[in-house]
Structures are given as C-alpha cells and as structure tokens.
C-alpha cells in the first residue's frame, strides 16, 4: 500500500493540476491526508463506492498522463544519473573539483 502511495503521491506532483478540481480534492484527502474512503464520502454526501470509484478513475488518469508523457520516469532516470556521478565523484582525489561538481550536479534537482 505504501509502494501505491507513493507512487500516486508522485504521479500527482507531476500530473495534478491536469485533473479536474474534484479529482484533485479526492485525491489530496485520500492520499496526502489520509482519509478513509468512508470519511470522504461522508464529508461528499455520497457513498464510498462513488468515491472510491472516483479515486481510482483519477488513478488512472494520472497513469494514462504517465504512459503517453513519461515526466516521472525522465526524472526517476535523471536522479539515478546524479547518484551515479555523486558515486563517482567519490572516488576523485581533490576536495575541492568535486566540492564544484557536485555543486552544479544537486542544482540540476
């Protein structure tokens, strides 16, 4: 569940504002709040099969922006370049160039 969580936690940072208003208020109370499926539904005055149906609509909203856009995994893929050069930079004998490159390196975050 946590692994589902961020995932759509991540999907919504790159993709939220795509959504509509509704999606991103269900999303924000079930994934960021924590709300249960029946206290949104409550707070809606709908049921929890609506909401619930409603989240996973936006889920694969988010999912559908991912597969055509690919912004989150471009990023998993820059940050995984970083931590390799921050790696090797490691191994450079003087402080002082790595200090500047890695510098330059966390300001590509």
Same mark, same amino acid.
Do not use: N
């Given at each position: 569940m946590l692994d589902q969580t961020t995932e759509v936690n991540l999907l919504y940072d790159f993709y939220g504002v795509l959504l509509t208003a509704k999606q991103q208020k269900l999303l924000e109370l079930y994934y960021q709040e924590d709300w249960s499926l029946s206290e949104i539904a409550e707070h809606q005055e709908v049921s929890r099969q609506a909401i619930f149906e409603a989240i996973k609509? #936006?889920?694969?909203?988010? &999912?559908?922006?991912? #597969? @055509? $856009?690919?912004l $989150? #995994?471009?990023?998993?893929?820059? %940050?995984? @370049? =970083? %931590? %390799?050069? %921050? *790696? $090797? $930079? @490691? *191994? =450079?004998?003087?402080? &002082?160039e790595v200090e500047t490159i890695l510098t330059h390196l966390l300001e590509l975050d």
């Open positions: 609509r #936006a889920q694969v909203v988010l &999912s559908d922006y991912e #597969a @055509k $856009l690919g $989150l #995994a471009k990023y998993r893929e820059r %940050q995984a @370049k =970083i %931590q %390799q050069l %921050q *790696d $090797l $930079l @490691k *191994d =450079i004998e003087k402080p &002082s």
